[in-house]
């Protein structure tokens, strides 16, 4: 395969993409099992069952934190 060709498939698949898929995606209910928990989380309450859960991390460290 050359790199012209390479770059023709990118440019087509980028032009699929972009119209099969959003915009914007949706906010994730939970994070996934490849996303990575570092830091310590930010706690926000649901207005509407008014339970809280953590909703961001904010600062790097060097240890991972445990979210329950």
């Known amino acids: 395969m050359t790199w012209a060709f390479l770059a023709i498939v990118q440019r087509r698949f980028e032009a699929y993409a972009t119209g099969a898929l959003p915009a914007e995606p949706e906010e ?6 490849d996303e990575t928990r ?26 991972p934190s445990v979210v329950r």
């Not at 570092?38 to 240890?63: C, E, L």
């Open 38 to 63: 570092r830091g310590k989380p930010v706690w926000k309450q649901n207005p509407d069952t008014g339970s809280n859960r953590a909703s961001a991390i904010t600062s790097r460290s060097a240890r």
């Open 28 to 33: 994730p209910e939970a994070a996934g099992i």
